[in-house]
């Protein structure tokens, strides 16, 4: 009996491997073709996340912009900076939150004003 009972232990186990290593590849495959996509995007696009984690999108909405107006998003980045200051009863994660969203912003305004003044040129064929 005790036999039989190892024996179907043992070959529960090698089902549970084989399947725990089977995802584990395709997990590391998965993330493999994100890096490459992520590589092979080129220049960045509007929405891509940045070293800040947060997307464009993302920034407009924790900043409260519409646009990519350097005013407006200065005038939004300095009151919400105030009001989530922990001296004042607010929140440091909050105030982090918004620190990142405007240097997503300021990111997002440097790339257009590379592309605007120095626009790539197209290779000779």
């Not at 024996?7 to 090698?14: D, M, N, R, S, T």
């Amino acid at each position: 009996m005790a036999k039989y009972l190892a024996q179907i232990v043992l070959v529960g186990v090698q089902v549970v491997g084989r399947a725990f290593a089977r995802a584990l590849r395709q997990e590391f495959a998965a993330s493999q073709a994100a890096a490459d996509a992520r590589g092979r995007g080129g220049p960045r696009s509007a929405a891509a996340p940045s070293a800040s984690g947060l997307s464009l999108q993302e920034a407009q909405q924790i900043l409260n912009v519409s646009g990519l107006g350097p005013e407006e998003i200065e005038k939004n980045y300095a009151h919400l900076f105030k009001v989530n200051d922990k001296s004042v009863g607010g929140s440091f994660y909050l105030q982090s939150k918004v620190v990142r969203a405007k240097e997503r912003l300021d990111e997002e305004l440097q790339i257009q004003h590379r592309q605007e003044h120095n626009p790539e040129r197209k290779p000779d064929t």
